[in-house]
């Protein structure tokens, strides 16, 4: 695997990204990211947009993606992650703005990124005809490895995917998550430099996605850039140094998971369910003053975020109100996608 050139951004650094007028994070703010931090970008978008006639997928967002990185786009289906990727992975061009990949013009150097990226589309795309090493085989062939490096290689990465002893297996006799680490050997076999993952686990039961999460992890940690798409929050809050929520074409926000939380929610969150006159209580009694730090009403559930779950559930007592029906718990990334587009992931 190729050295990056410059130091890696550590994990937890936070960016601070000030929103514009519409919401969104201005175009000229994200592309100083790497420049303040001495860093030469794996990937690099100023006023990056993507349009289909009158349709406007991708609406002029910024953003700097660090060597060694795992960058994550969280955003429900539509929001302009996939669109994003395609671009960066030079599967389709941008409209306007600029967008360089490992220091080249995606636009004009598409062949030679290619050479140098891996790519794991949300389809597993494998050649069902043929086994786990000739699928890994046949695709080192395209990029001109010998046959014997190629079989170096390819039985490298099985061992490295838990897929040592299925060789000889075809795709219909493995299982979802086994076909999942299939594609992401394959997108390894050239050595990338960076690797870009659209929705890596979905369709997967819940053992198979830990394991692709451990296989991440392992290649985050060996020092390979990742760029992944998600719309799960636990997914993006365990791979990810970095964030950007993206809602209808544009970046809303962008830092790391915690400073997401901190920013947008709080530590904690009392969800409370209740009646209407109830809730219209909860969102003006003045009796929460210094422990609320933000409140959110959704149906008949109102959310207040505090950083002590325990303090206010005393003062609701104090003050007369109702909590029998409430849910404690830790704020999540959910709470931030909430607070930020006033929609759920599954909305």
Known sequence: MADHPGPSLERGTSVSCPRGPDGGIPRATMQTVCMASQLSPAVAANGLTKS?????AVRGISFAI?????YGFLGRNGAGK?????????RIAR??????????????????????????????????????????????????????EAEKRARSLLAMMSLTGKERAK?????????????????????????VLDEPTTGLDPQ??????????????????????????????????????????????????????????????LEVIAEP????????????????RRRERHGDVTYLYTDDNRALLARMAQAGLDSRRHVARVATLEDVFLNITGRGLGE
């Open 82 to 90: 996939t669109t994003t990727m395609k671009m960066i992975y030079c």
């Open 52 to 56: 289909y006639g009158p349709l406007e």
């Open 171 to 195: 795709y219909k006799e493995l299982s979802g998550g086994m076909r999942r680490r299939l594609v992401i050997a394959r997108a390894l076999v050239n050595e990338p430099e960076l690797l």
């Open 208 to 269: 198979a996605r830990l394991m692709v999460w451990e296989t991440l992890n392992g290649l985050r940690d060996r020092g390979l850039t990742l760029i992944i798409t998600t719309h799960y929050m636990e997914e993006a809050a365990r791979l990810c140094d970095r964030i950007a929520v993206m809602e209808e074409g544009r970046i809303f926000a962008e830092d790391t998971p915690a400073g997401l939380v901190q920013r947008f929610a709080a530590a904690e969150v």
């Open 277 to 292: 006159a109830h809730a219209d209580a909860l969102a003006q009694t003045e009796a929460f003053d210094g422990l609320v």
């Open 95 to 148: 409209t306007s703005g600029t967008l360089d990949v490992l220091g080249l013009d995606a636009a004009v150097s598409a062949r030679e990124i290619k050479s140098r990226i891996g790519v794991v589309t949300q389809e597993n795309a494998l050649d069902q005809e043929l086994t786990v090493m000739e699928n890994l085989l046949v695709y080192g062939s395209f990029f001109g490895l010998r046959q014997a």
């Open 66 to 70: 660090a060597p060694s990185e795992c």
